[in-house]
């Protein structure tokens, strides 16, 4: 978390799973609501259309060993180097849980069933809950305890499908957690790493071997009183923003559903209904 490359391949990770999660959930809601049975991952046929967990399986490598050499390199400071560690070691229990939704589709294990999925789900989000914020106090550790909020919403909500998947508000929650949590973090790292949209009165964070925790270098405390208001304001319309979109896009499905059912009450239907009725009176002219 300490730059904002980092913040924003989080960004492009989060926002297109939890909108894609979104729009194949309330879609398969919408055809049968009392049918309903949530995913670990709603898989496209042909395989080749699950592209984003394929490149996933890629990516996510590649960010953890990137951690890991910035904690086998960052000898300035050894909590950094454990933080580090910590944030690798995260994105490798994602990892995991990539690989075990595969092993599911593929070979139908019975041990690895879509209970225990969602269950350790709600396991890397807890771990990923206690790991956020390590290492950063004032400004920046307030900033990542409002997206550790959302984090504790997509691991209770995993935890709740774990023993109740036909739940849709609870998989609603999930996905919307996951596109809250990838527009908060860009917008932190736009605040907290860049000088263009710092906080008024701040500098940018920065990581240095002398300091055991990190934050924002402000001016005055007014300043830093300022900043993490603007900053909680800002998480207030984020969490606006995605609430109005999440609701207007079930909006629009529920509406596309319901043209696609209205499709079938033209005059095909009328006559078919027609023909119906008549046959449900021949009986009683051959009784007369």
């Not at 490149?55 to 904690?71: H, R």
Request: charged share 15%; net charge neutral.
């Amino acid at each position: 978390m300490g730059s904002l490359a980092t913040h924003f391949s989080t960004f492009l990770f989060l926002f297109p799973i939890g909108s894609r999660r979104l729009y194949s959930s309330c879609t398969l809601f919408l055809k049968n609501p009392s049918h309903y049975q949530s995913k670990p991952w709603f898989f496209i046929d042909p395989q080749l259309k699950n592209f984003d967990l394929y490149s996933l399986l890629i990516a996510l490598p590649v960010a953890g060993l990137s951690d890991l050499f910035l904690f086998l390199s960052f000898s300035g400071n050894p909590s950094y180097r454990f933080s580090f560690f910590q944030y690798g070691t995260v994105i490798f229990i994602f990892w995991a849980l990539l690989l075990l939704i595969i092993l599911r589709e593929s070979y139908d294990l019975f041990v690895i069933n879509e209970s225990f999925l969602f269950a350790f789900g709600g396991v890397c989000f807890l771990v990923e809950y206690f790991i956020t914020g390590n290492g950063f106090n004032g400004v920046s550790n307030n900033v990542y305890n409002l997206g550790g909020y959302l984090t504790l919403l997509c691991a209770f909500s995993c935890l709740y499908l774990s023993f109740k998947p036909t739940t849709f508000l609870a998989d609603f929650f999930l996905s919307s957690g996951m596109i809250f949590k990838g527009t908060w973090v860009l917008q932190v790292g736009l605040n907290l790493y860049t000088s263009t949209f710092g906080l008024k009165g701040c500098q940018q964070v920065k990581l240095l071997p002398n300091q055991s925790n990190v934050d924002v270098k402000c001016d005055l405390d007014e300043d830093s009183m300022r900043g993490i208001a603007l900053m909680k304001l800002l998480f207030v319309w984020h969490a606006i923003v995605v609430i109005i979109a999440c609701f207007g896009l079930f909006g629009l499905l529920s509406c596309r559903e319901k043209l696609r059912c209205g499709e079938g009450s033209g005059p095909l239907l009328a006559k078919i209904d027609s023909h119906s009725v008549l046959m449900q009176q021949l009986p009683e002219f051959e009784l007369e």
